[in-house]
């Protein structure tokens, strides 16, 4: 197997047997945000189409999800940062009834490289605890991940809680449950400040850019 076909085969075959020293190989021909966009997340798509046949169950996923985490964390190291004055303070927040959180976590490593202070709230995150949370920390934004069908629907939810509670700092959403079409005309709508859709963690560093400047 080529280097890259390793990669994903770590990710697929849910073991950590190889993977630095690899990793470490990776490193010397690609920045890390490459690795994890290129083979890591091509391994992690096939988990999905496996599951999706029912080739797999859960408790192999959880250990492909495990490798994922073991690999970010690793690289994370080697991930240029930004030592810039803080350019704004972002919540951020897996919604209700989800529990997915290698995407939000890796939105959570980009930003705090480049001069966002984030403060994580992790997982299953009701818009109750959301709305204290703001009351607490006083963000300049709210960013939500949902990988559930059923989370795109919460995020809707959590817009009109977020707007009845008063707030209306920007707020951005991604993960694979979302499209820019479904932010624009389902969740924009029901809240009152701006609501902007990121595909990936890159975007989603260019959006809190924008937000910033
Ligand atoms: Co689950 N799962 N899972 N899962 N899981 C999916 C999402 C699924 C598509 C798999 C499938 O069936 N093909 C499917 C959803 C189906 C649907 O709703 N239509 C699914 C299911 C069904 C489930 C369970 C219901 C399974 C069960 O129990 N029967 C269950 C749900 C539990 C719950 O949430 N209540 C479940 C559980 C799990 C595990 C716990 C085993 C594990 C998660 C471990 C963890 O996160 N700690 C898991 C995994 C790993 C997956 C897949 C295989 C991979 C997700 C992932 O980590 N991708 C996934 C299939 C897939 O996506 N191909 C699947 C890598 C990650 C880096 O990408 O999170 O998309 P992603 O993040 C991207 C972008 O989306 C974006 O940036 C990131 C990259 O740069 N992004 C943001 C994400 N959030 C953002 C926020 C932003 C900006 C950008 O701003 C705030």
Redesign the pocket.
């Known amino acids: 197997l080529s280097l890259e076909e390793r990669l994903a085969s770590y990710v697929v075959e849910g073991t950590k047997e190889g993977l630095i020293p690899d990793l470490q190989e990776a490193l010397k021909k690609d920045a890390p945000l490459n690795i ?2 290129g083979p890591l ?1 091509a391994g ?2 096939e ?3 496996l ?2 046949n029912n080739e797999l169950i ?1 408790a192999e ?2 250990q ?2 495990e490798v ?2 073991a690999s970010v964390a690793f690289l994370e190291q080697f991930m240029e940062k930004n030592e810039s004055a803080v350019k704004g303070k972002i919540l ?1 927040a897996t919604v209700k ?8 976590n ?2 959570e490593i980009i930003l705090s490289n480049n001069g966002y202070e984030i403060v994580n709230l992790g ?2 995150v009701p818009p109750e605890q959301l709305i204290e949370a703001f009351h607490r920390e006083k963000p300049d934004a709210i ?9 795109a629907q919460q995020m809707v939810v959590t817009a009109q809680d977020l707007r009845n509670a008063g707030i209306d700092v920007p707020i ?6 979302l499209t820019r079409k479904f932010t624009k005309n389902r969740i924009q709508p029901e809240y009152e400040g701006l609501v902007l859709y ?7 560093l260019e959006i809190a850019n924008q937000l910033s400047d």
Do not use: P
């Not at 960013?143 to 989370?151: A, C, E, I, N």
């Not at 990121?198 to 989603?204: E, P």
């Open positions: 994890i966009n997340m992690m798509s988990v999905g189409r599951f999706n859960v996923v959880l492909s999800a994922m985490k951020l009834g989800d529990v997915h959180d290698i995407g939000k890796l939105v997982i299953k960013g939500l991940s949902g990988l559930l069908v059923k989370s951005m959403v991604g993960g694979a449950a990121a595909k990936d963690a890159m975007n989603g």
